[in-house]
């Protein structure tokens, strides 16, 4: 076989092989497969709930009325009521406990006997629900009454209420509270149920 002949079959094997090595080269013999980019989803967002944990004080206005069991004139005597609170709140979670001291200074009187209710003091234990910027919330503790004249006497007592606090921000609390209390023997002389509405506004520390 001669040189020319060998560069000639030579020359016709190479030329395919060229051809294919140019195709693969551009891109294959077949189209590229386009892969899809991810898709991103963003997490749902998590409700958070109000925490009602600290400190709080604040001061409430209201209307009070009485019940003495000695006949009165008038029968019921009522009036304004004002004072100043203070407290401390846990929430566990759906939870709050909660314990508070307040004081209310009252404009009652009792024209039979001639009396006045000076002021009310309170020491409360709280259990609420926390369903988010509200709780509803059942209290109970000791009361005293402070009366003057012809009932002068500091009387023990008992109350039990409802109350509904609303969080306005971090920082303020608004609500409301009905209260009913009991009062035995205010001096030796009658006994006194009072009901109490009144609304609160706190700061929460």
């Not at 109000?50 to 019921?76: C, H, I, K, M």
């Not at 234990?125 to 369903?131: C, F, P, T």
């Not at 009361?143 to 609303?166: E, H, K, P, V």
């Not at 409301?176 to 509405?197: I, S």
């Amino acid at each position: 076989m001669t040189m020319t002949s060998k560069f000639a079959r030579t020359s016709m094997l190479a030329a395919p092989l060229a051809i294919v090595a140019g195709m693969a080269t551009a891109g294959g013999l077949a189209e590229p497969v386009e892969t899809p980019a991810p898709v991103v989803v963003a997490p749902a967002p998590v409700m958070m709930g109000n925490d009602w944990t600290g400190f709080y004080a604040g001061g409430q206005l209201g209307y009070g009325r009485l019940d003495p069991s000695v006949d009165t004139d008038p029968s019921e005597p009522d009036g304004v009521i004002y004072g100043v609170h203070a407290g401390y709140n846990y929430d566990f979670g759906s939870v709050v406990l909660g314990g508070e001291i307040d004081y209310d200074l009252t404009d009652i009187s009792f024209d039979t006997p001639d009396s006045d209710l000076d002021g009310v003091l309170r020491a409360k234990a709280k259990l609420g629900y926390d369903a988010g910027a509200f709780m509803p919330y059942i209290t109970a503790g000791y009361a005293q009454a402070q009366t003057s004249d012809d009932l002068d006497d500091d009387t023990d007592g008992a109350f039990a209420g409802l109350g509904m606090s609303y969080m306005m921000s971090d920082s303020l609390i608004l609500g409301g509270e009905v209260l009913q209390h009991q009062f035995e023997d205010v001096a030796d002389a009658a006994d006194v149920d009072a009901t109490t509405l009144s609304l609160r506004a706190s700061f929460k520390f």
